[in-house]
């Protein structure tokens, strides 16, 4: 077995054993892509990537699309209280081991891609796991963060409160 399908057999038995496993999905850049339910038996997907560009590493990612009620809270905003709002949220998830990368055209943020890499010698399960919960707490911390600046309130019956909707990577 080549060492790129042994890494993604390994992960995928490591995410079945917790219950996290949810499916596959394909991506162009990507050798492979699989989806995992973090918390376990929760909507939230976390993704877990072997890129193309570099397949010694995988990478944990929380990718989330910004909805329309959201982004009509930022345009309510002056552009000095838009670019406040999005510097607090860079400094707040800086705080996080991750990587992050927001898309925000006249500072009103569009999407937010949350990120930690493994490189193929540092992967354990310990790895894996610490990995998807310092992405899934940069998540929630930025969705309150959000919340909290914008005035919004959380919506009953919606798991990932006010404007949050994870996208498929």
Not at 61 to 87: C, G, H, T, W, Y
């Amino acid at each position: 077995m080549q060492p790129m399908e042994a890494m993604k057999a390994k992960i995928e038995n490591w995410l079945v054993e917790e219950g996290q496993f949810n499916r596959y999905v394909d991506h162009p850049n990507a050798h492979w892509v699989i989806l995992a339910n973090h918390p376990k038996n929760q909507p939230t997907t976390v993704s877990i990537i072997n890129p193309k560009v570099s397949p010694d590493r995988i990478l944990i990612e929380v990718s989330v699309n910004i909805a329309d009620d959201v982004r009509q809270l930022f345009q309510k905003l002056s552009v000095p209280q838009r670019e406040s709002v999005l510097r607090l949220l860079s400094m707040e998830l800086n705080r996080f081991p991750i990587s992050f990368g927001m898309i925000h055209p006249q500072g009103i943020l569009q999407q937010l891609v949350l990120q930690q890499e493994i490189f193929f010698d540092g992967l354990s399960k310990h790895a894996l796991f610490t990995a998807i919960q310092n992405v899934y707490k940069a998540f929630l911390q930025s969705q309150w963060l959000l919340q909290k600046e914008l005035g919004a309130q959380f919506l009953a019956g919606n798991d990932f409160g006010i404007g949050f909707r994870p996208s498929e990577s």
